[in-house]
């Protein structure tokens, strides 16, 4: 009796050690699965961060040389507008005046100089809707850029992107490509019938 005793112990007792060295294994199983999965997504985290900073950086390199073109422009239009005004000075104090050319070209350089000016106003102006329209898109993309990192950060939401992208090179693998079909041979007998 004693002996049964012992070994229902001792089966009990192998019984635990297996039972507790399959929960120690499976914990440290999952434990590095969890690990290598956090590492992963702070890698890709920290691609799309990367891309993210790269986009802004050009977009931002983008407008700043568009500044300067425009800064550029801006200078060359008050160059000219000085031109043309010392021009007008100088027809207008030279008593050419009387001349019918002389007014003509003098009406002509004030019309210039409305026109540049008119011309600079309308640049200005849809310089700003621009930069308005760009700041507007860089705060929708930094908006993106918040979501897209909120969603990558949920395991559900990975678990059921990882699903779709499964699931679409599966549907891509049977995708059944179209049997070339041979004509069917309805002539051959429409031909035989009256023969």
């Known amino acids: 009796m004693d002996l049964i005793v012992y070994q ?3 089966v009990l007792f192998c019984i635990g050690f297996i039972f507790s060295l399959s929960y120690y294994l499976g914990y440290r ?13 702070r890698q890709e985290m920290l691609t799309i961060e ?3 900073k790269a986009f802004w950086d050009h977009e931002k390199e983008k407008l700043e040389t568009e500044k300067q073109v425009l800064e550029e422009r801006v200078k060359f239009l008050e ?9 007008a000075a100088g027809v ?6 009387k001349n019918k050319l002389s007014d003509m070209l003098i009406s002509l350089l004030i019309e210039n100089e409305s ?6 106003l309308q640049n200005k102006k849809l310089k700003d809707e621009r930069d308005e329209f760009l700041e507007n898109e860089l705060r929708s993309i ?8 909120e969603l990558l950060t949920q395991t559900e939401v990975r678990r059921e992107m990882e699903k779709v992208i499964n699931d679409r090179s599966r549907l891509k693998r049977l995708e059944m490509r ?5 004509p069917l041979p309805w002539g051959e007998d429409e031909e035989e019938s009256p023969a």
């Open 79 to 87: 160059e000219k507008l000085d031109q043309y005004r010392r021009k």
């Open 142 to 149: 930094s908006y993106k850029r918040i979501l897209l990192s």
């Open 178 to 182: 179209p049997k070339e079909l041979e």
């Open 29 to 41: 199983n999952t434990f590095k699965k969890s690990q290598v999965q956090s590492a992963h997504e």
């Open 50 to 52: 990367r891309a993210l």
């Open 115 to 120: 026109l540049e000016e008119k011309l600079f």
């Open 92 to 97: 207008g104090m030279m008593g050419l005046r």
């Open 8 to 10: 229902v112990i001792a």
